[in-house]
């Protein structure tokens, strides 16, 4: 069985920006194996889930600003898109994508 491949910050380079139906939101707490605790851009804390494409490959921690997809059937629950690196966080904040509250 051969070596899984990890992203690191190099990989992260392109900037994905949300699209219809999807928040920013910056983690407040790891709830154990895949889950999150996110406080969104609408306001709301949402507990995350890390989808299997990314669990073992990008490394989600406290403070990291991430995109969302809420669920349709169930809107205090989502799924995690995607982490910014810091410069993309910066970008974020300095084009008024990230509201004051989610500052850290």
Known sequence: MGKRKVLNEADLKELV??????FL???TKLSGGDHLLVKCTDGETRLC????????????????????APWDFDPKRADVVWRYIK???????DNNYLPEVLEA
């Open 87 to 93: 410069a993309h966080a910066e970008w974020l904040k």
């Open 49 to 68: 889930r890390i989808r299997g494409k990314m669990k073992r490959r990008m490394w989600i921690r406290e403070n990291d600003v991430v995109l969302l």
């Open 17 to 22: 920006l949300p699209e219809q139906g999807e």
């Open 25 to 27: 939101g910056r983690v």
